[in-house]
Structures are given as structure tokens and as C-alpha cells.
């Protein structure tokens, strides 16, 4: 069996995947603005819209 990973390491590697988290989410907001540019506009209607469209 593999020895624990040393605090050092397991903090490095909760930092690189908050790191690669954040790129993805820049990514996808990006893409997102891309593929529909007026989604932003609509994000804040969309949770107390429920039913109103019926």
C-alpha cells in the first residue's frame, strides 16, 4: 500500500484543483457567453419564475 500523502503534498494538490475548478469555470462561463450571450440577462428572472410561464 502507498504511504499518505504528506500535508505538503495534499494541500498542493487542494490548490491545484481549486486552480484547474476556477479555469473550468472561466472556461464555461466564456463558452457560455459565447454559445448564448443573453443568458446573464436571464439568470436573475429564472429563479422566481416558477410557474409564471404556465
Known amino acids: 500500500m502507498k504511504a499518505p500523502p504528506s ?3 495534499l494541500d498542493r494538490a ?3 484543483g481549486q ?3 476556477l479555469v ?8 457560455r457567453q459565447t454559445i ?13 419564475n416558477d410557474g409564471e410561464s404556465d
Open 7 to 9: 500535508p505538503f503534498e
Open 14 to 16: 487542494i490548490v491545484e
Open 19 to 21: 486552480q484547474t475548478l
Open 24 to 31: 473550468i469555470g472561466v472556461v464555461v462561463a466564456r463558452w
Open 36 to 48: 448564448y450571450p443573453r443568458v446573464d440577462s436571464f439568470d436573475g428572472r429564472e429563479s422566481g
